[in-house]
């Protein structure tokens, strides 16, 4: 029972152009929210993170935007960067826990 | 600073043997987590321990599987008789307390043949 889901196994996008990427869940009890970004070889690395009293918060070039009812978050990158071609994970957390339940990731490419 | 420093990086046993990965935390951080993730997956919990205590080994394996934190050094996660499944990227994370400074190693590359 995946409780977290991305869908979209891979993304292109222009360099320069907005990438967004999607996130889904299934578990109410969730009210932490996190986005990594993962090279090849390497461990995640934290990006941004929106609690759940939160329905937007932004970093830099990245936003994230939650949506309780639809159980839906999303990663907006602006401008995208072809150092931004990654592995993107969503992962959420119930802020009384520890554990971080992540989705199975979206490849980022981003073109010159 | 050093962040969380895991090792061996890629580590290749044969079927039945045991593997032993080993993971530094960032110093000061006094929670340590292991995640496993298999090919083309997403990370998955395996276990969560403080100094000298598991709090919570609810995604370990029942058999073969076990991890410690002793008052001394690293955290271990011990893998017994080894088999073509265990093969898989195994991660570790510490954090402070919470999930403030959640950070993750490089990661053990675990193949079995």
């Known amino acids: 029972d995946q409780q977290v889901k991305q869908n979209s196994p891979s993304l292109s996008v222009q360099e320069g152009r907005i990438s967004i990427l999607n996130c889904d869940y299934t578990?109410?009890?969730?009210?932490?929210f996190l986005w990594y970004k993962k090279y090849p070889a390497e461990g995640p690395t934290f990006l941004i993170s929106?609690?759940?009293?939160?329905d937007k918060n932004e970093d830099g070039r990245f936003t994230v935007f939650l949506n309780k009812s639809a159980k839906h978050l999303s990663l907006h990158i602006v401008p995208s960067q072809p150092g931004d071609s990654a592995v993107y994970f969503c992962?959420?957390?119930?802020?009384?826990?520890?554990?971080?339940?992540f989705g199975g990731g979206t490849r980022l490419m981003v073109k010159p | 600073n050093a962040g969380v420093m895991q090792n061996p990086r890629h580590l290749v046993r044969r079927r039945g043997q045991e593997a032993r990965l080993r993971c530094s935390p960032v110093?000061?951080?006094?929670?340590v987590y292991w995640y496993r993730q298999l090919p083309e997956e997403g990370l998955k919990f395996m276990v969560y321990l403080q100094k000298e205590n598991i709090i919570d080994e609810s995604g370990m394996p029942k058999e073969r599987f076990s991890a410690e934190f002793p008052k001394e050094g690293p955290s271990i996660l011990r893998i017994q008789q080894v088999v073509r499944g265990d093969s898989a990227a195994y991660f570790c994370?510490?954090?402070?307390?919470?999930?403030?400074?959640?950070?993750f190693g490089s990661g053990t590359r675990l193949t079995v043949v």
């Open positions: 110093k000061g951080h006094s929670h």
């Open positions: 578990n109410s009890m969730f009210d932490y």
């Open positions: 992962a959420a957390a119930n802020n009384a826990g520890n554990m971080l339940t």
């Open positions: 929106i609690s759940s009293i939160k």
């Open positions: 994370a510490s954090s402070p307390r919470g999930l403030d400074g959640y950070t």
